[in-house]
């Protein structure tokens, strides 16, 4: 089916998802006019204050972007919204979303028919990421208008399924909007996300090695120095299964290949559940797709690479398959 309007100045069908800590304004705004989904957690500004700060920001910059730049107009931009019960600001975040009338949100930890029907109240498109078809199927009938299947070697919190397997059970009964997610990054990867079936590569790890990404340089250099096999799968941090960097489990002073098993109902996004590590902060997400993250460089830099990619993909893709019977 066509993409809503919402998506008309996509330069790549990349959406990039919220990183907790590092995607701030500088980090979104350099996204959306590069012509990819920029996005951020509404729990990144604190207090409430600041999330009001961000949005006025990101919303006149994009649009300041879109006045002296009317042959390349920014992307849209994104809001994630923790649904799950322990987010006691929830409230106040969607009114302040409310009042910025912000074009797409995305939904965590929960289907919520409310959060959706308020979204859809102003005008604004639902992402809802999911971990396998059970949930897509939940989030669909409570009212999201998209999914985003999180699928194995995705970065932070993440599944378990193999993205063929994921893709392939949702679109087996759902035409509406996809973006996949999961150890995307390298521009054939979105393409193979397309071929697939998704709308769009959900997109997360490749971002921290950027200039704009809130993230500490050590943090930035762990990730143009490690590979899918320096990605560790754990629940101790958070409660929740998620993909972390094996390096900074190591400079915690533990041991990534004995962790112990953490309680999944003491949900905690931002202590370090049975270690004093905090997630995110101390212990770092990454997914397993960056291998091909070789440099920190700016975002514009990183999304002009991707596109060079992708378009070369495009082109080997018509060339390797013209010997083949259609």
Known sequence: MPLPSLFANLRLPVIASPLFIISTPELVIAQCKAGVVGSFPSLNARPISQLDEWLHRITEELAAHNRDHPEAPAAPFAVNQIVHRTNNRLDEDMAMCAKWQVPLLITSLGAREDVYNAAHGWGGIVLHDVIDDRFARKAIEKGADG???????????????????????????????????????????????????????????????????????????????????????????????????????????????????????AMNFGSGGNTEAKAWKDIWGSGQGIGTIDAVEPVAARVDRFAAEYHEAIAALATNTAPFKR
């Open 147 to 265: 999914l985003i299947p999180v699928a194995a070697g995705a970065g932070g919190h993440a599944g378990m399924q193999s993205p063929f397997a994921l893709m392939q059970e949702i679109r087996q009964w759902f035409t509406g909007l996809v973006a996949l997610s999961g150890a995307i990054g390298h521009g054939r990867s979105i393409l193979a996300a397309q071929a697939l079936g998704a709308d769009f590569a959900y997109i997360g790890s490749a971002w921290i090695a950027c200039e704009e990404a809130n993230a500490m340089q050590g943090y930035k250099d762990a990730i143009v120095a490690s590979s899918a096999g320096d990605i560790v799968y754990s629940n101790l941090f958070t409660g929740i299964h998620g993909n972390y960097l094996r390096s900074s489990i190591v400079n915690a002073g533990m041991d990534p290949d004995n962790l112990p098993v953490s309680d999944p109902t």
